[in-house]
């Protein structure tokens, strides 16, 4: 399985980018892809996540009605639309993905969860 992230940049506060995660070798079949982010210092923290199986969508209250997460399982690829970035969302952004078929629920946000992992793509607001 591979994950490829693609579509950070730097941008200004106000401003909106949509980052792209294309899975080679995984099925989106009723499991979970999520979006993480580590800026320099700090812990991992998910921001955002999809069930493949229905459409379900998680996102962690700092970016609620900013990004959405959306899924087109005709191309393999995930996206987070990212509006109205504020310079604390700057980060190194993490697309995942998990194996086991189900909804994950409130566990969306744990890193164990998912089996596997981007490289990821840097985010700059200034």
């Known amino acids: 399985v591979q994950l490829v992230e693609s579509g950070g940049g730097s941008v200004q506060a106000g401003g909106s980018l949509r980052l792209s995660c294309t899975a080679s070798?995984?099925?989106?079949?009723?499991?979970?892809m999520g979006w993480f982010r580590q800026a320099p210092g700090k812990e991992r923290e998910g921001v955002a996540a999809?069930?493949?199986?229905?459409?379900?969508?998680y996102y962690t209250d700092s970016v609620k009605g900013r990004f959405t997460i959306s899924l087109d399982s005709a191309k393999n690829t995930v996206y987070l639309q990212m509006n109205s970035l504020k310079s604390e969302d700057s980060a190194l952004h993490y697309c995942?993905?998990?194996?086991?078929?189900?909804?994950?629920?409130?566990?969306?946000?744990?890193?164990?969860?998912?089996?596997?992992w981007g490289q990821g793509t840097q985010v700059t607001v200034s």
């Open positions: 995942a993905a998990r194996d086991t078929i189900g909804p994950v629920g409130p566990d969306w946000r744990a890193r164990w969860v998912y089996n596997y």
């Open positions: 999809i069930y493949t199986g229905g459409g379900s969508t």
């Open positions: 070798g995984y099925t989106f079949s009723s499991n979970c």
